[in-house]
Every structure is written in C-alpha cells, then in structure tokens.
C-alpha cells in the first residue's frame, strides 16, 4: 500500500493502470471560506483532502485534484456568501464541474468514484451534478459506474463526539469553524489555525428562516458559529480518524476487491 | 381581513391594489413525490399551501399559485427519484422557475414574497433560484425587495413535538410520510389518508452516504421513512396551528406595517 | 369510469399501477395572466384542467397537476408582459419544465402523455419542450412514447362558433378574456366572473407588427381583447363540450386500447 | 437614397457613420428548409433579404447579414423537423443568436433595429431573443432602442390577397411553398424554382392537434401544403410591392426622421 | 461536375439525393468584423464561402449557408469586439449554432461534414461546438460521422508565402486584414476593396498580456494589424488556389469515394 | 515583502485587509492532462501556481486557489481529450468558473486579477469567463476593475529561448511536455519528472487540420510532442525567472501603486 496517491503527481502510464485495476477515485470538494479569525480560508479544502488521502493509502486509491470553489455560502451554515473573505460560486456551476469530471472519468473506464466533501453548501450540487452526469452518460450505460458521496462529517461517530463535547454536542448544524473543524486543522495544519485569535462571540443563534437579500445579523461577527474553545489536535486526530476509518469501510463494503 | 386570498381568483385590478398596498406574496412551493402506500402524492403541496392560506388570511396577504414538481426526490428524505409515483424535475429547472417568477413579481412591483416549503429537496435550489434573481434584477435595484424563506416544518414548536412524540422525537429526518405529515393531512384532506393502506415497514436505517447510480435497499417498500402509528387529524391540528402562527409572527416582524 | 382522476389525489401504488395499465396523463398548461376586469388571473388553467378532468373521467385517465405559470404574454394575444396582474416566466423556462415532467414520466414506464394547453403563448415553448425531452430520452428509446398536444381552442366545433356568435365569429385572435373565455368559466366557476366589471373598450386593433420595448398602445385598457357581451354559462357548456368531446375522441383514435 | 445597404459589404467606417446617423437596420430571419420539389431550400430567406433590401433602399436603412438556420420546422407550417433536406437548429439557440446580435447592436449605438421574418417557426424564439436581449442590456437602459418585428407575410394586404386568390384565400396557414411563396421567389429568382417539378398532392388536411415523436401522416409528400398552382411572377411583384411598402411605412412611422 | 454547389438554392429532392450519395457538406464559417477602412465588414465569410465552392465544385461537394456572425473579436486577432462595426456573438452561441447544424445534419445522414472557418476567434467554439454534437448524436451513434475542421489560412503552402512576401511573411497572428485577406478579396471581390483608403497606421504592436474591460491602446486607428500594401489581384488568385487545392487534397484523402 | 502570499492560506480578516489595500490577486488556471510518460498529470498547474506565487511574493500580490481540470485537450497542443490520464471538462464549464470568481472578487471588492494560465486550451474559455463576467458585473460598474490574462509561455524572451535552444526554437506549439515544461518542472518538482521513462518518438507531425470524432494517429504514442532531450532544471530556472519576471513587469505597469 506505499503505491503513492495523488493522481496529479503520476504520469499518464500510471494513472492509466491504476484505474484499470480498479483503484477508487477520491474527489475532493471544498471551498474558499471564512473560518473564524483564527483559521484559514482554505479549511474546507484541507480537510476533505487529508482524509481522502490517509484512506487512499490503505484502500489503495488515488486522489484527484480538489475543488476549490464551493457553492454559495449560507449564513447559518458558513457565514452566508457576503462575508469578507468567501468565495463563492454558483449552484449550477458547481454542479457541471462535478457531471464534468465524472463523465470524463468514465469515458477513461473509471468505474469507482468516491466524492469526499468538506463544505455543507455543496451537498446538493454535488447530488445534482451526479445525476446530471448519470443523463449525459445514459443511465444504462452507467450501470458499471459506482459513485458514492460522502461527507467527512457523516463518518465522526457518536462515541468520539461524546468524548469531544463531553459537555453535550451542540449539534453539526452550528459546527461551521468550530470545535470539530478547528481540531482538525490544529491536527493536520497548525501553522493555518490561531487561537489567540479567536473570538468568543458565539454561539450563533438562528431565526427559522432565511431572508434576502439582506439577511438577519445573527452570523457572530466573528465568523465562527459556535465555540472554538476546547479545541485540541488531539482531539482532531479522532475525529480525522473516524472520517479515515469511516471512509475505508465504505470503500470496502462497497468495492469487496478494491 | 375577510379579502380573498388565492392570487388567481382575483381579477388583475384587484391584483394590482393588493400588491401595491404591500400585500405579502406567499409561494407555496412542493413536489408530487411518493408518501407511502396510506397518502396522496400531492400531499408536499397541499400542506403549506394551506397553511400559507391561514397565515395569508390573518396578514391580508395573497397564495400564488403553487408549485407542484419539486427537485429530485433523495432516498434519505424522501424515497429517491425511481420511486414509483415521484415525478422529478432538476435543480436547474427548479431554480429557474423561482427566479423568474421571482422577478416578474418585482418588475410588477411586489416588494413582499414568502416562499413556504413544503418538500426537503427544494431548500438548495430554492436558496439559487433566489440568489438568481437577485442577480438578475440587480443587488441594487433589488434592495426595495425582501424574500422570506420558510420551510415549514422549521416553524413546529418544541412543545408541539413533544406533546406529538411524547415517547421522543425521532428527527425531522425521517419524518417523511410519516406521523408528522400523515397527521396533518388528517386535519385537511383526511379523503387523501386511508391509515388502512399504511405498512409498517421502517423506520428506514440509513447508511451515512449516498450510492449512485443504484442506492443502498435502504428505504422501506412502503416509502414510509419513519411511522405513521400515532398519526391523528388532532395532532394535525396542532402542528398547523404552529406553521401558521410561525408565519405569521414572522411576517408581522418583517413587514411590520404589513 | 368512476376512478378518481387527479394524479396528485392517489397514493403511489394507485398510480403506478393506472400507468402501468396505460392510462392517459394529462398534463395542463395555464397562466397566470389578466383576463380582463371581469374575471381572474388563473383563468388560463381553471379552463385547461377541467377540460382534461372530464375527459380523464371518460377514457380512464389521469389528470397530473397543472402549470401555473405560462410563457411571457404578448400584447395581442393576451395582454402583454407588462400588464399588472400577469406573471411571466421565460420559454427557457416553460420548456425545460416540460421536459423534465416528460423525461421523468418516461422514466416510470409512463407512455401516454395528452398536453391540454390553456394559454397561447405555451404553444412553441411546448413544442420545444417535447422535442428536448426526446432528445434527452433518445429518438429510439423514445419510439414506445406517444405525446399529444391539444391547445383546447382547436376542439371548438364550427358548428359550435356559429351558436355561440351568430352574428359572425371576431377569430380566435382576439378571443382572449372574450366571449368563449368568459362564458367557460361561467360554465365552470361563475364566481371568478363578475360581468359588471366588464368594460367595453374592445375590440382591440392591432398594427401588423410588434415593437419592443415600447408596444404600440393597442391593448384595451380592459385587457379584453374582443368583446365579453353575449358570454354565458350555457354558451359555455357547449364549448366545454367539444372540447371534452374533441379530446376523447383523440385519445380513442390514438390510444386505442385506453 | 442611393447609398449602399447591404452593411456586410461596407467598411467599417461607413457602418459606423450610418448607425450613428439612426440608418434602420433590417435583419432578415430565414431558414434552410425544404419548399416542395419545385423550390430551393433557401427560400426562407432569400425572400425576407430581398424585401428588406427593397426597403433599406428607400428609407436609408442596412440590411444586416441574414440567419439562414431557422427554429425546429413543423408539420402543419413547413413539413416537419424530419423533412429531407430542411435543417433545423432548437429555439434556444435562435434565441441566444437574436439576442447576442442585438445586444451587440445596442453596444454600438444602433438604436433602430426591423427583424424581417421569412419563417414562421422562427416568430416566438425571436420574441423571446429580443426579450432575453432587453433583460441583458437592462430594462432602463434600452429604453433608447426601438426593435420592430415584422413577419412579411403580415405586410401583404387583402386587396392583394383577393387578387392573387380570386377564388378566396386558403389562408396564411397552408401557404407554406405554395402560391403566394412561389410568386415571389417567381419574380426574384426564377432560377431557383421549377414548376414543372411541382406535385400537386395538396392541400394539407390537418388534425387539430400535434403528435410525437412521430407526427401523423398529413403532410402531402411534396411538401407543398397548399397549391402551387397559380403561381406567376407576376403576382409576386405585387406581393413584393406590399411588403416593401408595409415596412418603408412601418420604419416612416416608428422613426420619424428615419 | 457540373453539378450545382449551393445547399440552399436546391430543392429538397436534390439535397437529398446529393447528401446520400456522399457528397461532401461544406459549413463556411464567418464573422461581421472590421477589416480596416478598405475593406468590407463581410471579408471573413466572402472568403470560406468562396474557397468551399471552388473546392466543392472539384469534388462533388455542397457548401451550406455560411455563418455571418463570428465569436468575440480579440484585439490581437481582429481589433476586439468594441471595435466600430463589429458585431459579436458569444462563445456558446456560437458552439450551439455548429452543435445543432451537426446534429441535424446527421438526423438526415450526412455522414461528411467539412467547417471552413475564416475568422481566427472561432476556432475554439467551434471545435467546443463539434464536441458537443459528438456527446449529443452519442459517441457510438457517431462513428459513422466524420467531420474535418479547416482553417483557410492553414491551407497556404509556404512556397506561396514566400513569393507574396519576397522580404519575408511577418505571420499570422498580425495578418489580420492585411495582404493576404486582402489580395484575396482584391481577386474574389473587387469592389469590396478600396485600396485608397487604406491607412498605413501598423504594424500593430501587442503587448504580451490581455487587459479587460479596457483593453491597452495597441489596435492600429484603421484597424489593419499588419500592412495592406503589396495586396494585389494576382496574389490573392495564387493564395485562393492553394486554399482551394488544400481542401481538395484534404476530401480526396479523407473521403476516398468522395 | 515577506507577507503569506496563498489566499487559502488566510483568515478572512487578513484576506480582507490585503484585497482592500490593492494586493494582486492572481489566479492560476491549469488542467490534468498527460504530460509524457515521464512527468505528471498536474504538470498544467504546477507551473503556473509557482510562478504566481514568486511574482506576488515581489508585488506583494496574493494567489488563489488554482483550478486544476482545464477545458478539453486537443490532439495538436496536449494529445486529445481521449489520452488516457487527461480529465477534461467542457469550455462552457470552465467559462463559468472564471465567470463566477470575477463576479464574487468584484463583490468583494477585489479590483485587480491577473489569471495566470497553464494550458494552452484555457485560453479561449478564460478570455469568455472573463467577458461573461463583465457582462454580469455591468460594462459601467466593472470600470473599477482591472483584469489581466497571462500565458506564463509568453512571458519567456527571445533571449532565453535561444540559450535554451542553441539549435533553434521548434515553436510554442509543440513544447507540450517538451523541454520548455520539464526544465521547469525539473527546477520546482524534480520528484515529479522521470527522465528514465522518456520516450523519443516525437516530434509530432501534425495534418494541417482536424478530424472529429477520431482525431488522426499524429500524436505520439509517448504524449511528447517535440523532445524532452536537453530539459534541465537549471534551464528551467531561467525559464521561470523570465516568467516571474515578466509577470513582475506587467503588474508594476498596469497597477503603480501596487
């Protein structure tokens, strides 16, 4: 399993028989966001992509350029596309650059995709643009394609929540460059995360609504939705962890010869 | 507050006042989706058009006509688009018709607009479609103009769940055709529930990814997501009362001479 | 006969398996669109829906919920885009829904779909519509398929245009919120129809040709188009059935087996 | 008035002088569709170039090049879609080509702008291309812009009709490739017509509804779907003369000083 | 090979039976664009049109209607799109007007299509444009298709360059309405040239960068990137034969029987 | 000058305070495409990633996130969208993604981009996503902005080629993985060249024109267009300081206070 892992680094021949032996495909999905005064703006890319490596190792696949871009940030959910800082781009677009790549990656005879994301905004793109690249293939023609979709937060289990909120888990919803994300960074980035610099003006408290064009001003100014005290590299170790773990047992249930 | 309420039944110079005098717009948005073998596909459009009815009567506010295909229905929220009986349109698609309903309101002046949501899939698409006319009109230009979105199950009290599920709460996520909806359709349209029909297959367990193109057997045959044990036009009647009451304190903040 | 006929009123196994029987689908296509001061905005697809209700009710069919939103309208045939009260969406727009409705029904094995158009200026975006459809499906996967397109106009007999006008028919160019419109939905909904807010301002003379983005000030400031004097519920009953009549008769001609 | 017209042929210098001027600029709307065995495919547009030549000539206007792929054609208005030899190009792509060229007008400084028509499937993309180009250029800013639309068969008077047809008029409907196009193209390029190869399998009886993907049989297979009997070159001088004169008093009235 | 070679001046009966024996289908591919003060905004669509009939006549081809309108001008190409004159149609119209033709095209058996291009800026949509009829037609429906892309300047032999620049070609990139487009036109069309008003102002001096909205000030006043002087009749005759000759060699190779 | 230079790398406020105070934003733009048997896919955004990121070093300009899947591959400049390895996406896609990040960097105030590309195919999409993006933005608002388009290649001088080169400059157009690209991969990533795997089966000779869909058999089988023979890592820094360098220039010229 010392085979190396990101796609980008090989050269053509290699690429070539490592998908031809069925090595699953990691796509990484980010974004260029606000994450606090404390943390980088890249965060949302860091993540998904450390986690796809570490189980590209053990499962023996590759990992592909990320996306960098993400779609448009909320305000209950990142901060809201507004916030200095964030990049944003548009649901449509960020739907065609994934049915983009997974046609073409099928047109190369890759059979096993594993989408890794890291920015909630792209859930739904990301769902949209599969199946728009399902239509443009023909749905019986992609009946060799496997495409699973993951979340790296989806993969934490509850037992390592309780052990990193032993206070009570305040729930994923409110986790934007929070505890969970900051640990993990502290984990895998120090040198990108700067406690001294966070401010404890949260956490943020909704309305159970959205408003446009002008939204409520209920995004701490800060930036960070709940808390980032209590964060700890160690604690991000568990939960990069979990996210490989969670990840490498997708990826063998589902690919048994993988 | 005895005016009409149904955008459609006015003639257009009563059209015309209403929207002049700053009538909120209310735009129930749904879906024809399966919702188990006990109730009527068109059950995610009944239900917030009539509560955007109950609202728009307390508010002096106008019901658009609704929409009545939604984004492609997710196994985990509300079957999956194969199921039989759903009828899916894109995201794209969605998103346009937001928009441009959106702005031809705007061109004619509208300076109120409620979406109520009344299917999970259609909060993304939604978010663009709004985000789309913002950019078509222009941020500028559109700064006379604010868009409130509701999904209305956000607008359900705490109190209300508990006296509904007084065994717990399983989640909004698996509330998909099961007691929640079920009970308010027994308020409204009890000819669209036969509870004689209702299987008790679930509730649904489902992996923490999605498969494409074949998802997961995860999702009971009877497109029920969690139960509809317990369901009762009585319970309906509660949670209507909260979806309405939830608007219109919601309108009255917003529009506060509405 | 006695099934229900409206699509959205079953649960799923009702539906899947009246389509799998081959019952006809049909799709209505309205407006929301002034139609003069005398009647309501939604006049475009009361007319479309229950034409395709009754006729379902006599070929087994079902009706699937209507759209309500109608492609731009144009001065001389009903008003303009401009006109308060209208809301327009695009023919993009217009077609990429009735794409994706077909495109989907396709997909659940559905193979008799009956448009009943209620508005003008749907003609040519549901014209492009299907054609989009049948390129996304395929022309051979396509080949099981049958779509009609009825604009329900046409059914009119002119032996029945001789009753109603006997004075001499203006032309269907003019009829929009006129006689025929009119006395239908008195037929039909006699309370969206209030005859002492007609005003005579008609008929409407048109300059051969259209101009943008300033039209020509030729639309009655009504927005009747031709005259609403002579309308009444049983000259409306007579058009309501041919129209019936003309629809069952093409779907015995082409789904012989319905 | 003996200034040059066709704007292709010009310098720019010379474009540039006559647009800044306020010459009218006439586009022609055409297509490549099949008109009988008697009569070139390029009929479409060969007849709305030469009218708006004849036109430009007396008002000091240009003739812009012409579009010569028309929207998808249609059995009961010029055979079909899958005639031999027609080709056909979707109407969201003459849209965006209608919309682009007059947005690219308006940016330098045309201000008066006559589409001539020659094909009949092409009157709503070409509305909806204006409409796209009035969104993009900005509601407010195009007010400086007048767009005419002219069908050329809508120039032609009663008068005229009543003597090309004295045995009465079959109307506009069934006129594709038949007398009153077969004069004109008689007159203008006789080269390009062969009468002794029309077929008079006509006219077309049309049912009142359309069928797809496979229309019915009703197109006569000539593809004439009127008569072509009757056709003189004679006649379409007169036809001519009307359309020449409907624009030139179109273009004296909408621009004045034109 | 008397036969006649313009697509649209045929009957249907004739296009057919051509397009099913083989015969090669020319697309010139063009633009509206200045070409200095001397010479006429239609250059880039009177050359492909010229050198595809001198070519089709040689080897049993059909030249269809060429494109007028051209992707956006680039100052280093052709003087930018803000140039006086110039009309612009952007990227993807472009590429959808090549997609639809190409589908259609096929839709009727055409099985040898041959794009001339004569305006450098359309060189990537069209490319862009046959890849997307390629995934639209299906890539295994599309075997059976070839389509070759031609630039006309490509087909200029050096020996010829060498004698119509005895002191040495400067290139293509500044060739730009300069000898070789305008010997050309001097041989083909005369009195579109007016070598008197030819402005000596270049050559045009790039910078080695691209600046947007305001491109730097390096496009000569004439709009002549290179020199026009040394145009002559004769040259133009030597550089047309090659072209023509080009694309003779080209069919004869590619199409065997052609 | 020893401030962070990688946006990502940022918290917002930093990000914020740097666009704010003019820093250049540069904007790599590259593709995954084979590169030779001896170099790796990602070759396209390595290079221009780095050379960014000297340049903003010395202006103080910072360097966002690069996107790494370029529009379509061709046969004669980087072996065809069909050479195993290469992910192509459509030009369309690739527009929108720089159509997008110009709106958002406009929104947020950015006012000077400089796109620095990688891949020759990038070119004429990045010139369109940045038309697009003006048109969205307003031609009037987007006064205040300034963007430049940099091909690193172009920034090479003559002088440099020739020492690169003793034996003469094969031309731009075949340097695709030839000694220009591994000289400069072997200066940053030497780890990611394998001059073992060379294969000299080059230079590629190319027909004067394209074949669509199966391009000819021109592109050697290695991917190497031209040579890889004399790449070294010391010509490579000669290569990338004439490309910092040059890039240096441009931007001292266009934005003096920068």
Redesign the interface.
Known sequence: MSQPV????????E??RRVREGAPLFLPLGA?E?????????TD?VLPTAIAVRAARRVGGLV???I??GN?S?PKTGGG?????????????F???V???IC??H??KARRIVTVNGHY?N???T??G???A???I??DK??D???????HW??IRKETLERVFPDGYPGIELEHASVLETSMMLALRPE?V?LT?AVHDGPASF????????PPAEVPAS?VLSLTEGSAAEKGEWLLKDCED?IVN?VNR?FPSG
């Not at 606000?34 to 890249?42: E, F, S």
């Not at 394609?145 to 979340?151: A, E, G, K, N, Y």
């Open positions: 990101l796609y980008s680094e090989l050269p053509w021949p690429a070539e260029t606000q994450h606090g005064r404390h943390m980088a703006l890249g890319l592909l350029p990320g960098a871009y448009r909320q596309p507004a916030f200095p800082g964030t990049i944003n781009i548009t649901a449509n677009t739907s065609l650059i049915r983009d790549i073409d990656l047109r190369q905004e859930v739904w793109p769902i949209e599969i199946e728009l399902l239509d443009a023909g749905r992609a009946r394609l496997t495409i699973l979709r993951v979340d989806d993969m990108l700067d610099q309305l159970p609504y959205d408003r446009y064009p002008e930036g969670g997708i589902e």
